[in-house]
Each structure stands twice: as structure tokens, then as C-alpha cells.
């Protein structure tokens, strides 16, 4: 039944000008010692600045970080309640030893999983992109078709390998505040992050050589690996903390892999950004060893509003062995297909590569990019997408809280648009899936992260799509099928 707090006369929030992060201490202590349990509901704006002799600012304030934060939600006329406090921990299958080498066989699964999806599904909770509603893409139109025709002579002959200048200027300005100092030069534009991946593993490694990554992962890697002869060598994964370094520093004293494939920062589908002092031991402990480390940071920008954009991997290399890999996909558009490769020390192979495989980029789609990033206008988009992320999340999370099982765990990312989901024993995510595209919804079942059918127990869901009737009932809809396939 859910249960009323009142104020205790002997909290205080002493300090003056931090009043609405002392309110925000002092909500979660109430909460961690039980004086606040799940389904309390708190006091409204209105009542807490009586009682806690605050502005109401400062408590919608406080009120608002703590629900960012997932520890409170809102409801809809209702006011504020404390959230069920469902965490993703470690999983066992984290301890298991992964780390044997061997073929990849990942095509024939997604194939089987996916081709049905997009047709059948009204609400694509399966996909990885935000939904074209979040995207600035009548501005781009727009842009488009000015830059176009204003350069009319040279947009549509064929670019040089490396890519429009001015983009990979553009690009390179973008990245220092992501604290890395690239050089426009080092930058070779791609056919979004896919290719980047394909061309720093071509450049790195031979058939038959052997590729690190984590599991669970992004399942476009493996395939990947799978087209270019590579064998695949599994790392555990923590959903709070990423790779195991202790395993990474074993396989690079072995040399068991010849590279390493890690994506850092809100992490597909885990949701976790590795801590500094961990992507710094990563980056060194290969850098040691003279492996080359290619990063995947697509969802890197898509930190929610008033987190700090986390560091790529990229910015603690001192040598040039990180090889970085991103695309304007998940930001601007993905039927742009412009992602990029920063490499210093492969810059050369892997320009010859991008000639050999695809020659040049789309010249009007790099005018239009170049132009968007040099007026400002996509870090004005970026930080309205990074604050609509954050809201879509957080909303789903409080959907999730109302009308899913409570033995139903999800990780709390503090960026990207994903959430990685636990489901209670027997439930296999394969079920699920089949059973949601009757409903007309679509996830992206454990399984595809894995090629060993490790993560059957899990799914992922896309939260940034349209908030409306359709998608609460999904979300609903969703609820009862794993009740019911308990």
C-alpha cells in the first residue's frame, strides 16, 4: 500500500547556496535506511518547501536530479513516488572464462531474428537509433538543398578518399570536447561506423587472426569479424563497469588476440561508461604490448543533459594505437551513413583501403554535415537530443516500475537509449520476441549479442521513440507477456 512520508524537524540543509543537494542527500538517506520505500509517495513541490524551508525551485529542482537519477519517478496529476529499486548486478556468467578463441557464426542468427522485424513491428523498441521525431532532419532538408545548389559544380563530383575537408575540420573541433586533440589530417570519413569498424580491423589484422571483444556486444561486430575471416575471442563483461582488465591483461601478456575491439562510453547494449583510471590501464596495458585497441564510440555524444561527456578511450592514447571509430547516426541521420576513423599511425593503409573498397563518401550528404557543424547548429541539436534522451529513459524506466514483474531488472545508463533487461527465470527472450511481433513490437532478444546463446535471458529495448498511446501499450503489452511466460 503505498505509504505517506512526512518531514523530520531535525533534518536541516545548512548550507547556503547547496540547499537543493542537501535536500537531494537527505531524500536518499531516508530512502537507503527505509524511512522511504518504494511506492512512498513524497510531499509535493508545494508542501517540501514549507517543511524544508526551501524555494519551490529548489525543490522541483532536487525533485527533478533525483528522478534523472531513477530513484524517484512522477506519475502523470499524481506527484512524485520513490522507484522501485531494480538494479542490474553483476552476472554470474561475468566470472566464467570466455576466453577461448574460435570461428564466429553470427549471420545466420541475425538474419533469422531481425528480417521480420521492421515489417511486422509499429513500435520498433528493437532498434538502436533514435526515432526520426528526435532528429533534425527537416533542418538537414533544408541545408541540403541550400548547400547544394550553391555549390553546385562540386557536390556531386566524386570527393577525395579521405573525405571532405572542412567535415573532418568540423569533426576534429567537435572532438575536443570529448578532451581529444585530433588532427583533420588523421580523420578519414566513412560510410558510417560499420565501415570505420571494417577498415581499422582490415588494417590491423589478417584472415585467421584472432579479435577480443566484449560480451555482451553490439552484434554487428561479429558479423563483421565473421566477413573477414577473423576468429573471435569473448572478454566478460561487467554492466557496471565494463571489460575485465585482469582478462584483457592476460590476453595481451599471451598476445591470445591480435586486436581488441571496446566500445567505452554507453556501451551497446550494456549502457555502462568505463570509469578514467580503467580506460587509461586499458589503453597502456595494450599500448604496452603493441596492440592495437579499435574503439567503437557511437553513443559517446549522447550523454544526457547535465552529465559530463564522458572520455573516449581515444583521449589516453600517447602513441596512436587507439584506432577510433564513430558515425553521425545515432545524432543526425542514419540514411546519411557518414561516420569516421581517426588513426594516426594506420592513416595511410587506411586510406588506401577506403579506395579500394567503396573509393569516396557522398558529396552532398559531406557538404550538408560540414555546414550543419560549422554554423553550430549541431551542438544546439546535440544538447536538445542529449536532454530528450535523458527524459526518454527516464521515462520508460517509470513505465517500466508501474506495469512490469518486479523480479524484472534493467541497468540505469546515464547516456545513449538503450536498457539492457534481466528477465526472471524460465523466460527466454526468444519467446518474448516472437510473441511481441504478434503484438505488433519489436526488442532486440539477448541472444544477437552473443553468438553461444549466453544472453537468452536477456533483451534490449530502444527508448527513444515517440511517447504515445501506442507505446505505453507496448510497454504494457510487453509487461504481461513476461508475466505470462514466467
Known sequence: MTGHWVWNSNERLARVGYRYQDLIDCLRRQIDNGALQTGDVLPSVRAMSRRAEVSRGTVLRAYRALEAQGVIESRNRS??????????????????????????????LIRTVLSCTAEQATVQFGSAAPAAELLPLSKLQRLSNRTVRQAIQTAHLVTEPQGHRPLRQGIAHHM??????????????????????????RAVTRPGDTVAIESPVYYGIPLILESLDLKVLELPTSPETGVDLNTVAEIARKRSAQAFVISANHHNPLGFVMADRAKKALVDMLAARQIPLIEDDIYGDLTHARSTRPKPLKAFDTDGSVLYCSSFSKTLSPAYRLGWIVSSRYRETIVKLKMASSLANNGPAQLTLSEFLATGQFLTHLRLLQHRAGVAVQRTLNAINREWPDDVCVNRPSGGILLWIALPDPVDSRDLHRRALELGISIAPGTLFSDRSRFAGHFRLNCAQPWNAATHRAIRGLGKVIDALR
Open 176 to 201: 575536443t570536447a570529448a578532451a581529444c586533440a585530433v588532427n583533420p589530417d588523421d580523420i578519414v570519413i566513412t560510410h558510417g561506423c560499420t565501415e570505420a569498424l571494417m577498415l581499422a580491423l
Open 79 to 108: 506527484g512524485f513516488y520513490v522507484a522501485a529499486r531494480r538494479t542490474l548486478s553483476t552476472p554470474a556468467y561475468f566470472y566464467r572464462n570466455l576466453s577461448s578463441a574460435r570461428d564466429v557464426d553470427a549471420a545466420s
